[in-house]
């Protein structure tokens, strides 16, 4: 065999050897829903939103912060499979960011809706709950001490757009007391501004308030409407489950979060996470 055609064939071999040396690094990396991996370890971006103190928020170091936050954070310890990324962004990122793959997770405090079982998977464990209840002016506090009060009082609520979750809890209270209901009626959303202005002009006589807002609008000194702090009372009603969404490919994901929860569960850290952000079992206000 003459000295060129050895050179030829030592080139096809070294040709083949490169080949094969790219498709076996290229073999090594397991990708998942979104592409991304390491090393077998898929990657879960998870999406929270900023300001919603004490559930998902940045705090002063800059870090992904809050209850919900924490929870998962807690999840991903038990799922060593997953490499969990924090990404805070806003509210409408969220949804369509884990409506289009772009993220797996989203927290945001978010309550089941028709309109959002179509678009994300819903775990079957809640991961919070928010306490909602009725805004009413303070001269009516003798009267107004409950949901069924209020109904026997006058059952004027503030209308409510029936794509909110907030309109079928009432629908719910009221198959629940039909002799006493509240008086439920549709409407487009509005500033909270003139939910609160309405309670105290007299057109309506409460306002179904989520608790966490009534705090930072009302209560605080820097609320946006503490004006209003001298004329308006709360009281709670019930706490509606929360859940993370998931994308809809991310099913089995879901399946395993459900399961990492019910051991956060059985081992008193979730327990040990509500005292820390919201300083009391908040799970104990949910109704069937």
């Known amino acids: 065999m003459d000295l060129g055609k050895i050179r030829r064939m030592a080139g096809v071999f070294l040709t083949a050897a490169l080949a094969l040396s790219i498709v ?3 073999g090594n990396k397991n990708a998942d829903s979104n592409g991304s991996s390491d090393g077998g370890t898929k990657t879960v971006r998870v999406a929270h939103t900023q300001t919603y103190v004490p559930y998902d928020y940045v705090n002063e170091k800059g870090e992904s912060d ?8 807690e999840v991903a310890k038990l799922l060593p499979q997953y490499k969990f990324e924090f990404v805070p962004t806003s509210d409408d990122d969220l949804l369509i960011g884990v409506e289009s793959g772009k993220y797996d997770v989203g927290t945001k405090g978010a309550w089941v809706t028709e309109q959002r079982k ?42 409510i757009a029936p794509q909110n979750a907030q309109y079928a809890v009432i ?51 820097d609320g946006a409407y503490h004006k209003f702090a ?43 996470l509500e005292q820390k952000y919201f300083g009391e079992d908040i799970f104990q206000y949910v109704k069937d």
């Open 66 to 73: 809050g209850f919900e936050v924490a929870v998962m954070k």
């Open 171 to 221: 629908e719910n209270f009221n198959k629940e007391h039909a002799d006493t209901p509240v008086k439920l009626v549709s409407s487009e959303e509005f500033n909270i501004a003139d939910a609160y202005t309405w309670v105290l002009e007299g057109r309506y006589d409460a306002f179904l308030d989520i608790e966490l807002s009534y705090k930072n609008n009302v209560e605080k000194e």
């Open 230 to 272: 001298d004329q308006l009372a709360y009281v709670r009603y019930k706490a509606i489950p929360t859940y993370p969404l998931f994308n809809k490919k991310d099913k089995q994901l879901a399946d395993e979060y459900d399961k990492a929860l019910q051991q956060l569960k059985d081992n008193g850290k979730l327990k040990e």
């Open 118 to 159: 179509e678009k994300f998977v819903f775990p079957k464990q809640p991961i919070s709950a928010s306490i909602i209840g009725l805004t009413f002016r303070k001269d009516n506090q003798e009267k107004i001490k409950d949901m069924e009060s209020f109904a026997k009082f006058s059952g004027k609520l503030v209308p």
């Open 24 to 26: 076996g690094c290229g």
